[in-house]
């Protein structure tokens, strides 16, 4: 780590002044060191900071869209309220644990779906093949498509008149009439779920790879000259190296996975078959209007969230502070 | 020896099959889309696996709308001054956090960690009061502004981690001739730095490029629209009668740009994608 600390002074001359010019320049150092933060942390505050206590604050009120300033302090009345010989709030909303469940649903199988095909992805572009750049380059084209177009684009595909999809599936006999794949109650999710992990499988994938071409070439060498099965050092030698890394991706996923919004809103829009926190919270928010409501909402996602991000800062601490 | 020779066959052709399955897999949706939107109106419901003749009429028909180019135009603008705004304080920023060691320093990271993870839906309402007050909804300012929630953070914390490896003498012979931290930054660094602003920046672009949620949320109007609110609200007469030639030629012109910009800076991508993560 290079600091001001560790500045020493070339010319042996007079040891004092050097010392004191260190100091100096040290502490000019930092006082810029904070001056360059300044404008980044203000900004940081304004777009993320106060928005969000704000969000706090709102879950507690009862805030509309069009008038959040004369908002009136009710409570935990948006969470959980006794009216009447009957309990209402957020947290008697079957629509909003819906759609709990259907976040926890997504996020755990599209995140598995992704980590075990994006390590066989990674797997196949570790080997040496003629092409391999060309492969390589290949495969970041689902990741670099915006979520919206390649919502639309598989919209187009699992359509259920003419799409694609339905085409392929009753020329090859599988099916016999055309499967309603975004607008089904039971396969409207799996639909999201494979547009999911088509689009970030590259991702997974290439944050595997570069772990992959960092192992030490020795054990590999080793376990050949032993004569152990390939899939044996997969699961003894090449898995337990790239767990750091492999953790990294699915957490980075997972926390992408649990504040899904787009793709889903443009395969499905508001179906309370896939509706997941994110569009539950919007949707309160800006369609009903109910500020208040939707920032309760908000907030338990945020929660959830915020659980998971610490279990990755705890994980990650060590890399964090290793190296300063 | 020949059933050896058989073996290795096998496996070379099975290897082949795979990376064949793996090119159709990263591939053929693009390419669907494509041909799609190449198509003229009266052959789109007819499924078809390659083009029989190429029509343009579906690229006419978005590109007379001035909506869509507008979106174009808007896309842009937010996009570009997304990334040079993220620039101008991550590269700053990654200088104190990564060449100065100073009290708070891990906090102030910790922080910036934190903040690129938050959900964008927790931030909505405060921020929709924000964009309200400052006089920025329905306004390419107001996503400029809400954009940097998520580019500055990760900016920031990949530039710090390339400013870290920077070697220390350059910085000492810096402070030797007594210059000050803001010349060390502009002189010593910044022409080292152009390949990681360049992935970062890249990265930044594709993100403000792709988003939805605040670009749906904080503009009314088409003439404020970005590209992906704009595709995704385009409509026909009912939610069955989408047209999706015009759709599809609205995603490949859109996308087109981006995967040619990934292709070329594809190892570049990769280094700034696993900074960000794994480093991180």
Known sequence: MTTSDSLSTPSPAPARRGAQRGTKVRRQRVRAAWL????????????????LVRTFYFSFTDASLANTGGANFIGFENYLVYYQGAWYGLLTDP????????????????????????????LILNAEFKGRMLVRAAVLIPWAIPTIVSAKMWAWMLNDQFGIINHLL?????????????????????????????????FVALLVLAALQMLPQDCYEAAEVDGIH??????????????????????FRLLDALRVFDVIYVLTSNSTNTMTMSIYARQQLVEFQDVGYGSAASTLLFLIIALVTVIYLYLGRRQLGGDA | MNTKFAKSLAKRIGFWLLIAVLLVYAIFPFYYAVITSLKPSSALFQVDYWLNSVDFSNYI????????????????????????IALLLGVTAAYALGRVRFRGRTTVMMVVLGVSMFPQVAVLSGLFE?????????????????????TLPFTVWVLT????????????????????????????????????????????????????????????????????????LISGGSQHELPWGPIMAASVTVTVPLVILVMIFQRRIVSGLTAGAVKG
């Open chain 1, 170 to 202: 009753m020329t090859m006999g599988l099916i016999d009439a055309p499967l309603a794949w975004t607008a089904s109650a039971d396969l409207s999710m799996w639909a999201v779920i494979i547009v999911d992990v088509w689009k970030t499988i590259p």
């Open chain 1, 95 to 122: 629509a909003w644990w819906q759609s709990v469940w259907n976040t926890l649903f997504f996020s755990a199988v599209s995140v598995s779906l992704e980590t075990v095909f994006g390590i066989i992805v990674a």
């Open chain 1, 230 to 251: 390939p899939v044996r050092v997969f699961f003894r030698v090449t898995l337990p190296l790239i767990t750091p890394a492999l953790l990294v991706a699915v957490i």
């Open chain 1, 36 to 51: 360059f933060l300044v404008p980044m942390l203000v900004t940081l505050v304004l777009v993320a900071g106060w928005p």
């Open chain 2, 61 to 84: 028909t978005i590109f007379s709308q001035g909506s869509f180019v507008q979106a174009i135009v808007n896309s842009i603008i937010v996009a570009v001054s997304v990334v040079a």
């Open chain 2, 130 to 150: 924000v964009i309200r007050v400052l006089n920025l909804y329905n306004s390419a300012g107001g996503l400029i502004l809400s954009y940097t929630i998520f």
């Open chain 2, 161 to 232: 981690t390339f400013m870290r490896q920077l070697p220390m003498e350059l910085e000492e012979a810096a402070i030797m001739d007594g210059a000050s931290p803001w010349v060390t930054i502009t002189k010593v660094f910044l022409p080292l730095m152009w390949p990681a602003m360049a992935t970062t920046g890249l990265l930044a672009f594709i993100a403000a490029w792709n988003e939805f949620l605040f670009a749906l949320t904080f503009t009314l109007t088409s003439e404020e629209r970005t590209v992906p609110v704009a595709i995704a």
